[in-house]
């Protein structure tokens, strides 16, 4: 397969073992569908109903067959009869069909609709630990091509599946019932020439794995450098990205060659064997006819019949491939469905006081990240915070300042300690309620793929367009976002996209104005702005901040200048605290980093 180093050849290796889960799970896995199906009851009988129909008058074509030929010819009404029953069977069979159609594709559908909806619902309530270890590429994976190979069992392999079974019973049966000792030989003779088959298919199943991996390859490539095409431009790499995608596309050609190949050989060798079992027996059913006992109407029932029947077995021969695969992914979103979010409101959360005054405690807290449980990101940590007041953390990378705030909005539980909002343990309330009490402005803004309003929106779902432009204009970004074809209404592409990382910055503010939460965290909410736009943003996050219990992580001198009290961390613990004035007369690591950083 193409070689996954960025920076290594793309040359042929052989698959792993390991390379795809796809059609390793048990297809017993696939009885977690069931509580999906039998939410569409309706739709699932209608299916059975239509099913039993078609499968009838397929068993029923080959005596309207035998009557065709031994009696359709014999007189003008009988002609007439003959004819017209095989004609009624074949309407019958074809509206039995397409209802079966219809409702098992329906089925699979809404089957399949319903089980995404859980699948992200249940994504979307786990938390950040989870998403932490688990790449969110990988979750979109499972939840749309997983889930795509789910569709194709609910619409179309448990239906060929049933009807197969069903088919190849009834065909067994009546092959006995029509001709018992052509039968013998036919149940001898097919088994065989259907093993090798068999056999070739489960080759074929390995080498269409390999063929799909190769290709999937080719996608992370794609994907990869497509995502970071700027970097790929300014490097002039784009003549080296198209080779290295032609190498992955050569060795995807190359495995689906073999695999091709493979496929034509069993295909070949299906026809042969197949026609050659059909042809024996035919022979000897010819030899029964000449002799005058059989009909030429009973071996042609007997054929039909056995081709049913054969056809039939290798559908089912097919669908158990089909359903190996599906069970890999049903097995993989199962993996998701069980688990458990670690962080949960308890039975009967208590409810935070209105007004909520907005103090803030941190009660020695230690926490460790479950990657790096060797080194706690915070140590013994005690910090409160009065009602209004704002505080400023600082120090070096990796201190722990954004850990305080991820601890704040309950994204982790500490291991040890507690955390207190009006004198409330948070393990106490209900995580939404909590969030909903906070607002949030990071350093690297989250815009999502729709308008300019409707990103400022969701810090407040309901709230007018009016309060919206409010929100924009105390954050500075009312002018630029008029200045857009569009305005409020301009499309701002994946992540924010057409917009500069200032305005993107100015685009969360007015989110958190919108939110207008009594506790305010801000994330270094200036960073990305110029020295102009900053003046005017820090006006408004100072009317904002009024009144408001702020914590601010901020390596800008004009925020924390304004901050009540400057907190200083190293390696997770408070290190000094006092005011800007304060902390510089004492020397030490915030003078250090008011040297290096604030004053220039």
């Known amino acids: 397969m193409a070689s996954n180093n960025r920076f290594g050849p793309a040359t042929a290796t052989p698959p792993s073992d390991t390379s795809s889960p796809i059609g390793k799970a048990p297809v017993g896995t696939l009885r977690a569908l069931w509580p999906f199906v039998m939410r569409q009851r309706g739709l699932f009988i209608a299916w059975l109903a239509a099913l039993a129909v078609s499968s009838s008058a397929t068993l029923s074509l080959p005596v309207a067959f035998r009557h065709m030929i031994d009696q359709g010819f014999s007189s003008g009404s009988n002609i007439d009869r003959a004819f017209g029953l095989l004609f009624l069977v074949a309407v019958v069979l074809a509206l039995a069909t397409a209802a079966r159609f219809f409702f098992v594709t329906l089925l699979g559908e809404r089957v399949v609709a319903d089980l995404r909806q859980q699948l992200y619902g249940h994504l979307i309530g786990l938390d950040a630990g989870f998403h932490d270890r688990n790449r969110s590429g990988e979750l979109v994976s499972r939840l749309t091509a997983d889930a795509e190979l789910l569709r194709s069992v609910v619409g179309s392999s448990m239906s060929v599946a049933l009807r197969s079974t069903v088919t ?156 190996q695969r599906a069970a890999g992914g049903m097995g993989r979103i199962n993996e998701l469905l069980v688990e458990q979010t670690v962080i949960r409101g308890p039975a009967r959360p208590r409810v935070l006081p209105q007004p909520l005054r ?100 969701y810090g407040r779902l309901e709230a007018s367009d009016e309060a919206v432009d409010i929100a924009a204009r105390a954050a500075e970004a009312h002018e630029f976002i008029r200045a857009l074809p569009a305005g409020y209404d301009e499309q701002l592409g994946e992540r924010g996209a057409r917009l500069s990382g200032g305005q993107q910055q100015r685009i ?45 992580i901020a390596h800008r001198l004009a925020t924390i200048l304004k901050a009540d009290r400057i907190v200083v961390m190293d390696a997770g613990r408070i290190v000094a605290e006092g005011t800007h004035q304060q902390l510089l007369a004492q020397g030490g690591l915030y003078a250090e980093l008011a040297r290096l950083q604030f004053l220039g």
């Open 508 to 552: 969360a503010i007015a989110r958190a104005l919108l939110k207008d939460a009594p506790i305010l965290l801000l994330d270094e909410a200036t960073s990305a702005l110029d020295a102009q736009s900053e003046r005017a943003v820090q006006t408004a996050l100072e009317h904002l901040m009024a009144g408001r219990t702020t914590l601010v």
């Open 168 to 323: 190849v019973l009834g065909s067994l049966v009546m092959l006995f019932v029509t001709a018992p000792r052509l039968a013998a030989w036919a149940l001898v003779g097919i088994p065989l020439a259907v093993l090798p088959i068999v056999f070739g298919g489960r080759r074929l199943q390995k080498m269409s794995r390999a063929s799909q991996d190769r290709i999937a390859d080719a996608n992370m490539m794609a994907t990869e450098a497509l995502g970071a095409v700027r970097t790929v431009q300014a490097h002039a790499r784009e003549r080296w990205e198209r080779g290295r995608f032609a190498d992955a596309i050569a060795v995807a050609v190359a495995t689906a060659r073999r695999r091709i190949g493979a496929q034509a050989v069993v295909t070949a060798l299906a026809i042969v064997l197949i026609f050659g079992a059909i042809t024996l027996v035919l022979w000897s059913g010819a030899h029964d006819v000449a002799a005058g006992s059989m009909s030429a109407g009973t071996l042609g029932q007997f054929v039909l019949y056995a081709l049913i029947g054969g056809g039939s077995v290798g559908a089912l021969a097919e669908v158990w491939n089909e359903l």
């Open 358 to 457: 907005g103090s803030l405690q941190l009660d020695a807290v230690t926490f460790h990240y479950p990657q790096r449980m060797d080194a706690p990101a915070l140590q013994d940590f005690s910090l409160s915070i009065e009602p209004g007041e704002t505080v400023a953390l600082v120090g070096p990378s990796g201190a722990g300042k954004s850990t305080v705030l991820a601890m704040l909005l309950r994204f982790h539980d500490p291991q040890s300690g507690r955390i207190l909002i009006d004198g409330i343990d948070i393990r106490e309330l209900d995580p939404q309620a909590l969030r909903e009490a906070i607002a949030l402005v990071p350093q690297s803004p989250t815009l999502f793929a729709t308008t300019a309003r409707e990103n400022i929106r």
